[in-house]
């Protein structure tokens, strides 16, 4: 009795069905699908998320921490207003002050005698160079390159002829 299928059922049953084994394709191939998504739409997030310290990476180092502590702040508060800020400040080039107050504190050491100590005989990327010593040396210590030799005084007259 149990070989009798019923005239009124119909004899294709839907793919979504569980087979007569119990497994069920629909139930797996979403199941992989919403992995699959969430997975994807995490990674779109946090690379959205983390464009304002890619951005500032090529920047200064004080700047680049200050955008990544933004995005840190935004991240953790959910308070928009911080990434944005963020990202703002990423896109604006910081004009250099350090540099050109360094160079005011060393010659104003320069001219009191005072002696400059190791780390300010480096260069901005802490390579010393040869006219970082040069410019850092007193003057009184500081070797003139030779002057070339004055060149033989010629008159006009014997060069026209």
């Not at 009124?8 to 979504?16: D, G, N, R, V």
């Not at 990423?90 to 160079?103: E, Y």
């Not at 210590?141 to 060069?159: F, I, K, L, Y």
């Amino acid at each position: 009795m149990a070989d009798k299928m019923n005239p009124a059922a119909p004899h294709a049953l839907p793919a979504f069905l569980p087979g007569p084994d119990g497994s069920d394709t629909l139930l797996v191939v979403v199941g992989l699908f919403l992995l699959f998504s969430v997975f994807f739409v995490g990674v779109l997030f946090l690379r959205l998320h983390t464009l304002p310290e890619r951005m500032a990476h090529k920047s200064e180092k004080l700047q680049f921490e200050i955008v990544a502590v933004l995005g840190l702040i935004a991240l953790f508060t959910h308070m928009h207003i911080f990434w944005i800020a963020g990202l703002l400040l990423a896109m604006i080039d910081l004009p250099d002050f350090a540099s050109p107050l360094g160079r005011i504190a060393r010659a104003l050491e320069k001219l009191a005698g005072i002696k400059p100590n190791k780390r300010d005989r480096e260069e901005y990327d802490g390579n010393p160079t040869v006219e970082a010593e040069a410019r850092l040396l007193p003057s009184h210590h500081h070797v003139a390159s030779p002057s070339p030799p004055p060149a033989a005084a010629t008159p006009a007259a014997e060069t026209r002829s």
